[in-house]
């Protein structure tokens, strides 16, 4: 037992204290580009925060002493998340219950796991062309349907990965439990499996909705961008980012700094799910 509490040798003590002065190194070393671009993007867009931004819309280029916002790209943007989130959450969600309680082991759900493995690794370029092919090109014009369906198929892995880690942290006992009351299988899952579950659903949920909400490539090839107000959902839509990729390269100082402005309303939006995420994840570990 002396051993225990016996002093490290000095060469140990230099050892850890170099390996401590490493990792804080690198650690602050790999926080400098993220505080560096938080720092460009909210010095230079916090000051253009203002009233209009947030009700009018983007101004004629060159025009001065003219309200000018980013209100149909904020709208847009909800509405095409809305959209991909519609349609990726249930069908990841049903896919991971799939993979992790019925299919387990099967050939068929090991190729659908390697499948939506692959898609997780697909550049959002590559599958804004896919929904241009099989959306824009068929309905004959762009459209925010077509950019919401394009960031589903970005959510959709993301959700179904997530989800099925999620659902194999629940205790198998929980379901023997169940499964000895006279519970059916597909009781156990949902009254169960789901409700254990549901806050890193939740988790993954959110996560997938930030990713989506930032993706630039997949819109330009599907809602492309609009000055005008969203009047259908068929109809060509702006959105924070494509308008961000627009405004950034413009000539015009005013859309400069409305991109700026945007680049601040976005990360905002970026952030505030990650940490809803985090307080997510936080609760479940104090409740369980």
């Known amino acids: 037992m002396s051993d225990l509490y016996a002093p490290l040798p000095p060469s140990k003590k230099l050892f850890n ?8 190194s690198l650690s602050a070393l790999a926080l400098i580009p993220l ?11 916090i000051p253009h925060l203002t009233w209009d931004v947030f009700t009018q819309l983007p101004a004629p280029a060159g025009m001065k002493d003219v309200p000018s916002g980013f209100a149909n790209a904020i709208i847009g943007t909800v509405v095409m998340v809305a959209i991909a989130a519609g349609l ?30 692959i898609l997780s690794a697909a550049p ?8 241009y092919a099989i959306i824009v090109l068929p309905l004959k ?4 349907l077509a950019g919401g369906f394009a960031l589903s198929v970005i959510m959709l892995p993301i959700v179904t990965l997530a989800t099925e880690e999620s659902l194999k942290l629940v205790p198998n006992a929980q379901r023997l439990a169940s499964a000895a009351l ?20 939740l988790t993954s949920s959110l996560l997938a909705i930030a990713r989506a909400a930032g993706e630039t490539a997949p819109l330009i090839f599907t ?42 309303m976005l990360v905002g939006i970026v952030v505030f799910t990650n940490l809803l995420a985090r307080w997510v994840t936080r609760n479940r570990r104090t409740t369980h």
């Open 17 to 24: 204290f170099a390996l401590s002065v490493t990792t804080f």
């Open 35 to 45: 505080l560096a671009m938080l720092w460009a993007i909210l010095s230079k867009g």
């Open 88 to 117: 990726s959450l249930p069908l990841g969600i049903l896919t991971a219950i799939y993979l992790t309680e019925f299919g387990k082991n099967s050939t068929f759900a090991s190729g659908v796991r390697m499948l939506v493995t």
């Open 124 to 131: 959002s370029i590559v599958v804004g062309v896919f929904a």
């Open 141 to 144: 014009g762009f459209s925010a």
């Open 182 to 201: 006279g519970a059916g299988y597909a009781r156990t899952t949902l009254r169960i499996v789901l409700a254990r579950a549901f806050p890193g659903i």
């Open 223 to 264: 809602a492309l961008f609009s000055q005008n107000w969203l009047e259908g959902l068929l109809g060509p839509s702006a959105s924070l980012s494509v308008l961000i990729f627009n405004y950034a390269n413009s000539p015009f100082v005013d859309q400069n700094n409305l991109a700026w402005a945007a680049a601040v």
